[in-house]
C-alpha cells in the first residue's frame, strides 16, 4: 500500500510529465533514433501487431519499459522491468526522475502507476512502443530523430468481447480501464496531424503490421477510413457498465 506521501509525488509528478527533459548527454543519444507510438485503448491489440511486426522486420525492436504495474500472465520475457509498486520500490524511480536520468516517464491517471524508459531500452533504428495518449506529446519533445503516432482500432464487437474477458464485472480495473478507453479513442479521434490509423483486423495481425512498418519507413500513410471504427468503438466504451 502507497503512503500518502507517496501518492502525492505521483500526483505531482503526473502534473508535470510533459515538461520533464532528460540529460544532455540522454538527448543526443536519441537524436539517432525512430520511436513509433501505438496508442489505443487496452484489448486493441497493440502489443501482438508490435511481436508481429518484430517478427517481418529485424530493423524493428520493441522498446524495453519499466513500470510498478504487476506483472500479467502475457507479458513476454525480458519486455518489462517491474518496480515494486510500493514506498521503497518507487524511490529510486523518483531519484532517477529527479536526476533526469530517465528517458521518459509517466503516470497513468487513473491508477498509481508509473512507467518509464531508459536510454538502452531503445536499442535500434526503429523502436516501438505501447504509448498511453496522454504521454505521447512528451514523446514528441523528447529529441528523437522521428516520432510517429500510430492508433490502433480493431472491430467494435471484437474490442468488447476482449475487453469483458480480460476485465469482467467485479475486477477492480475495470473502471479504469473503461476511463482509460474513452480518454485514448477521444485523444486518437482528436488527431488532426502526424497521426496514423492502423486497422486490426481479427486473426491477421500481419496486415496492420505491415502498415505500421510502411508507416515508419515513410512509404506509407496507414489507414484513415479506421476512424470510423474508432468513433463505434468510443461509443461501445461508453456503454460499459462498471
Known sequence: MLSDQTIQTLNRLHEIENDYKPNPDIVAELGTKTIVMVVG????????????????????????????????TGDEPGRYTYFENSDEGLRPVFEAIENHAMVQYAVNPYSPLIYGSM?????????????ISSAVDNFRHLGFKRTIAISVVSEPASWLQRFEERFPVGDAQRGARK????????????????????????????????????????????????????????????????
Request: hydrophobic fraction near 35%; charge should be negative.
Open 179 to 242: 476511463d482509460e478507453a474513452i480518454e485514448s479513442l477521444t485523444w486518437s479521434l482528436a488527431q488532426d496531424h502526424d497521426h496514423y490509423w492502423v486497422h486490426n483486423v481479427d486473426g491477421q495481425p500481419e496486415l496492420a503490421a505491415e502498415q505500421l512498418i510502411a508507416i515508419a519507413e515513410g512509404t506509407g500513410s496507414g489507414q484513415p477510413e479506421t476512424r470510423a471504427l474508432a468513433e463505434a468503438c468510443l461509443e461501445a466504451a461508453r456503454t460499459i457498465v462498471v
Open 119 to 131: 536510454p538502452t531500452d531503445y536499442p535500434t533504428e526503429y523502436n516501438l512502443a505501447d504509448i
Open 41 to 72: 485503448a487496452t484489448c486493441q491489440g497493440k502489443n501482438l501487431i508490435m511481436d508481429t511486426a518484430v517478427k517481418l522486420d529485424e530493423r524493428f525492436h520493441i522498446a524495453h519499459t519499466r513500470t510498478s504495474r504487476p506483472p500479467r
